[in-house]
């Protein structure tokens, strides 16, 4: 049996719960050194504290919650394990979820419905893993989408400084993601962010993510294939997918291949006036690494364009 949180006090269920028909209203949950819980059916408002904080904590679900209007974030966790974050719909924060310094990894944030990132300066992502190492990591079949002039994110989603398994990679998969900027610096999805190992992105589908759509920012063993990625051209959109080591630590072992990109470019905001726009697909940083195996591979001004994804992306919630 599990124990569940319902309106702050533990209860005991005997099975895992399914899609709620209604939710229970309560004040935003800080746990320490908890374990073996299941936070279900909540809404929160976090105010100016996460809704859901986890310190030290490990084997907790975090499933069907509500999570919104918080000036830092949805879901804030730090040096815990084995946290299952799925069916969740989360607005209107700094940023989603993000994950610190979990050297035991099993961090799954899969099927949540995630809206308008506002931003403080350092978290404005749907979802960062900063410091998470190990196996069973997984960023899957989320919902993300950031409304032009009702949300001022940075990337995505963004793995900082992680290591995954050279026979279990850190998995960025099946996400649906549409809207970025005005960032100039912001993408739809980064790996390798100040280096990392073994991270995998695939088959995931963005339009108009901001600056970029999927880069490689360093790192070894990193793959990334078979995503679609599309971007008409704002003040803001640079390129649609990209390689470089930012890192100041070696790069290598690098795969891009499969991918279909139609990306046009608006960038920099001063030459942006509508007409002067040029395409740009792809790149990568020739002074500093080599060109990724099956770069060839990819499909170039694809034949696709935003209907890619669905006009309403998020179904399940009002805006």
């Known amino acids: 049996m599990k124990k569940i949180i319902i309106g702050g006090i533990l209860a005991v269920a005997i099975s895992a719960l399914s899609c709620r028909a209604s939710y229970s209203q309560n004040k935003p949950i800080n746990l320490i050194n908890a374990?073996?819980?299941?936070?279900?059916?909540?809404?929160?408002?976090?105010?100016?504290?996460?809704?859901?904080?986890?310190?030290?904590?490990?084997?907790?679900?975090?499933?069907?919650?509500?999570?919104?209007?918080?000036?830092?974030?949805?879901?804030?966790?730090?040096?815990?394990?084995?946290i299952q974050i799925d069916h969740n719909y989360i607005a209107k924060v700094s940023a989603g979820v993000y994950v610190e310094d979990a050297p035991d990894g099993q961090v799954r944030v899969t099927n949540n419905d995630m809206l308008n990132m506002i931003g403080q300066p350092y978290?404005?992502?749907?979802?960062?893993?900063?410091?998470?190492?190990?196996a069973n990591n997984r960023i899957c079949d989320n919902n993300l989408e950031n409304i032009q002039g009702e949300s001022n994110p940075e990337d995505a989603i963004n793995l900082y400084k992680c290591n995954g398994l050279d026979d279990d990679p850190i998995i960025i998969s099946g996400n649906r993601i549409r809207g970025g900027g005005p960032s100039m610096t912001g993408s739809g999805i980064t790996i390798g962010d100040q280096g990392g190992n073994n991270q995998l992105v695939e088959n995931n589908i963005l339009v108009n993510t901001g600056c970029m759509g999927i880069q490689i920012a360093g790192g070894t063993n990193m793959k990334v294939l078979n995503n679609t990625i599309y971007s008409r051209a704002f003040p803001w959109s640079h390129v649609g997918m990209g390689y470089g080591n930012y890192s100041g630590k070696p790069s290598n072992n690098i795969i891009m291949k499969?991918?279909?990109?139609?990306?046009?470019?608006?960038?920099?905001?001063?030459?942006?006036?509508?007409?002067?726009?040029?395409?740009?697909?792809?790149?990568?940083?020739?002074?500093?690494?080599?060109?990724?195996?099956?770069?060839?591979?990819?499909?170039?001004n694809a034949p696709i364009d935003s209907t890619i994804l669905p006009e309403k992306l998020l179904k399940r919630h009002e805006r």
Not at 53 to 74: A, D, E, P, Q, V
Not at 123 to 134: A, E, I, L, S
Not at 269 to 294: H, L, W
């Open 123 to 134: 978290h404005k992502d749907f979802v960062q893993f900063n410091r998470v190492n190990g």
């Open 258 to 300: 499969g991918n279909k990109i139609n990306w046009m470019s608006g960038w920099p905001r001063d030459q942006y006036n509508g007409t002067k726009t040029r395409r740009f697909d792809v790149s990568y940083q020739r002074s500093a690494v080599s060109k990724p195996e099956g770069w060839e591979d990819n499909i170039l």
């Open 35 to 82: 374990h073996d819980l299941v936070i279900d059916g909540q809404t929160i408002n976090g105010g100016d504290v996460p809704c859901i904080w986890l310190r030290h904590c490990s084997n907790i679900r975090i499933t069907h919650c509500k999570l919104m209007n918080s000036s830092t974030f949805g879901i804030y966790i730090t040096s815990s394990s084995n």
